[in-house]
């Protein structure tokens, strides 16, 4: 089992940043891909940003040139960062991070709101 916990996220203007965390722990030496998927209301949730042990990554294209994923690891703790650059109100959602380990299972995070707005 792996335990997910999320933070950073808030109130911010457009055009300001913020930078959201996610800290795994638990069974993590199986974890592949750990990424960040948005879900705003109404809408489905999408991939925002994923990054791989091997350090390849992946961006939508909406946020490409403004967002960036990161990964920390160490013994006890696999860690992604999104540092979200130039934020617009369309940026507005509640950011999932999530995992995959090796053998194709999904972990979620409970989520973390970001609001865009003047």
């Known amino acids: 089992q792996v335990q997910l916990v999320e933070s950073g996220g808030g109130l911010v203007q457009p055009g300001g940043s913020l930078r959201l965390s996610c800290a795994a722990s638990g069974r993590i030496f199986g974890i592949n891909t750990m990424g960040w998927y948005r879900q705003a209301p109404g809408k489905q949730r999408d991939l925002v940003a994923r990054i791989t042990n091997g350090g390849s990554t992946n961006y939508a294209d909406s946020v490409k040139g403004r967002f960036t994923i990161s990964r920390s690891r160490d013994n006890a703790e696999n860690t992604v960062y999104l540092q979200m650059n130039s934020l617009k109100p369309e940026d507005t959602a509640v950011y999932y991070c999530?995992?995959?380990?090796?053998?194709?299972?999904?972990?979620w995070g409970l989520g973390t709101q970001v609001t865009v707005s003047s």
């Open positions: 999530n995992v995959v380990s090796s053998w194709g299972k999904i972990d």
